[in-house]
């Protein structure tokens, strides 16, 4: 093993170490919650794990849930390593799905070679979408949080217009017209159940997004821009043309998650549409420390939970929601780290080491 392999495999391994910690108390908490519901936690986590993981059709429930997850991380991992923070991973992802609803109807008639060219839109799209916000916050001065969330409520009510008006289907249904089989993204197999090629695709994309950042020009200036905006003017890099970029890249991520739930999942955009996705992508990136490596794995534990919860409730009398708790105790633990240092000690903090705070990368 090379020296180089073997640095970023400890500084991998640094890096997840607090993610663990926190995951590891949130489960005991949850089963503090579980005996609370006169449930044993031993049973209701068996069934937790078996519904993720315990056979074909379950996993591919998990990889089914976790592939938009990686995208819409992607969208606000990026742009986080611009020191901004992209709320607006729902309303890209809406604006790629109606994007690929409208253009998969099209030129379904194409069959498979529609697939790239529908994904090719939605990522123009979203990142035209994206940059919006960057523009009027290097413009203009305009807070990208503010205008990311303002941006969701346009995209998802112009793609639900667009949806139930313009590109309205007849149906008991409503929503647009459905994609030709051909022209959609097929299934794995292997007994995985609906997941489909989407999965690899979000893989490719997390790729991409760590290459871009981290052995690219364009990505240096955008992570130094992040760290020390004023470091970075000093040095020629151009604030506003990376803050555009950023967005409109985290844009791109999310549309393209967007149009892989119409072309892989569902064939088509009903209303009402998968939602908080985009939402959910923001704990996705904030457990992957804000790396893509990370990313996939955080989407994986968000999958894995959301598709074990449906065994757990079946095989128990555990309520659903307990999955949404212990995600939320997840993520703030794995965002206050000073609540954790208080509960295990500074010790435990110094186990991640200077890695805790700046990531994987």
Same mark, same amino acid.
């Given at each position: 093993? #090379?020296?180089? &392999?073997?640095?970023? &495999?400890?500084?991998?391994?640094?890096?997840?170490?607090?993610?663990?910690?926190?995951?590891?108390? +949130?489960?005991?908490?949850?089963? @503090?919650?579980?005996?609370?519901?006169?449930?044993?936690?031993?049973?209701?986590?068996?069934?937790?794990?078996?519904?993720?993981?315990?056979?074909?059709?379950?996993?591919?429930?998990?990889?089914?849930?976790?592939?938009?997850?990686?995208?819409?991380?992607?969208?606000?991992?990026?742009?986080?390593?611009?020191?901004?923070?992209?709320?607006?991973?729902?309303?890209?992802?809406?604006?790629?799905?109606?994007?690929?609803?409208?253009?998969?109807?099209?030129?379904? #008639?194409?069959?498979?070679?529609?697939?790239?060219?529908?994904?090719?839109?939605?990522?123009?799209?979203?990142?035209?979408?994206?940059?919006?916000?960057?523009? @009027?916050?290097?413009?203009?001065?305009?807070?990208?949080?503010?205008?990311?969330?303002? @941006?969701?409520?346009?995209g998802i009510?112009?793609?639900?217009? &667009?949806?139930?008006?313009?590109?309205?289907?007849?149906?008991?249904?409503?929503?647009?017209?459905?994609?030709d089989f051909?022209?959609?993204?097929?299934?794995?197999?292997?007994?995985?159940?609906?997941?489909?090629?989407?999965?690899?695709?979000?893989?490719?994309?997390?790729?991409?997004?760590?290459?871009?950042?981290?052995?690219?020009?364009?990505?240096?200036?955008?992570?130094?821009?992040?760290?020390?905006?004023?470091?970075?003017?000093?040095?020629?890099?151009?604030?506003?043309?990376?803050?555009?970029?950023?967005?409109?890249?985290?844009?791109?991520?999310?549309?393209?998650?967007?149009?892989?739930?119409?072309?892989?999942?569902?064939?088509?955009?009903?209303?009402?549409?998968?939602?908080?996705?985009?939402?959910?992508?923001?704990?996705?990136?904030?457990?992957?420390?804000?790396h893509p490596?990370?990313?996939?794995?955080?989407?994986?534990?968000?999958?894995?939970?959301?598709?074990?919860?449906?065994?757990?409730?079946? +095989?128990?009398?555990?309520?659903?929601?307990?999955?949404?708790?212990?995600?939320?105790?997840?993520?703030?633990?794995?965002?206050?780290?000073?609540?954790?240092?208080?509960?295990?000690?500074?010790?435990?903090?110094?186990?991640?080491?200077?890695?805790?705070?700046?990531?994987?990368?």
């Amino acid at each position: 093993m #090379s020296n180089r &392999l073997r640095r970023a &495999l400890v500084d991998a391994g640094g890096a997840l170490v607090f993610p663990l910690i926190a995951i590891l108390i +949130s489960f005991v908490l949850g089963a @503090l919650i579980v005996l609370a519901t006169g449930n044993n936690p031993l049973t209701a986590y068996s069934a937790l794990v078996r519904g993720a993981v315990g056979s074909p059709t379950a996993i591919g429930r998990t990889l089914l849930g976790a592939t938009p997850l990686i995208f819409t991380g992607l969208a606000v991992a990026v742009a986080f390593r611009a020191g901004l923070f992209n709320i607006g991973g729902e309303g890209q992802l809406y604006i790629g799905a109606i994007t690929a609803a409208w253009l998969g109807v099209t030129l379904g #008639s194409l069959g498979a070679l529609s697939i790239p060219l529908v994904l090719l839109a939605c990522v123009v799209t979203g990142f035209l979408w994206g940059a919006i916000p960057g523009v @009027l916050k290097a413009r203009f001065g305009a807070h990208e949080v503010i205008t990311t969330i303002m @941006l969701n409520f346009i995209g998802i009510n112009l793609a639900t217009y &667009l949806a139930l008006k313009p590109l309205r289907t007849e149906g008991l249904v409503p929503g647009t017209d459905a994609i030709d089989f051909a022209a959609r993204i097929p299934f794995v197999g292997l007994g995985l159940g609906r997941a489909n090629y989407g999965f690899l695709l979000a893989l490719v994309a997390a790729v991409v997004a760590y290459l871009l950042l981290w052995r690219t020009r364009r990505g240096f200036q955008i992570r130094a821009v992040g760290l020390s905006p004023g470091a970075a003017n000093y040095a020629g890099m151009g604030i506003g043309t990376n803050t555009v970029l950023a967005l409109a890249i985290g844009g791109a991520f999310a549309a393209i998650g967007g149009g892989v739930e119409v072309l892989g999942v569902y064939g088509k955009m009903t209303i009402p549409f998968v939602t908080n996705l985009g939402f959910n992508g923001i704990g996705v990136a904030l457990l992957g420390r804000n790396h893509p490596a990370g990313v996939v794995l955080g989407a994986l534990l968000f999958g894995g939970l959301a598709s074990g919860a449906q065994e757990m409730q079946f +095989s128990t009398d555990v309520p659903l929601q307990l999955t949404n708790v212990l995600l939320a105790v997840i993520l703030l633990l794995v965002t206050a780290t000073k609540l954790v240092e208080l509960l295990l000690g500074k010790r435990a903090r110094a186990l991640a080491g200077a890695r805790l705070e700046k990531g994987l990368g």
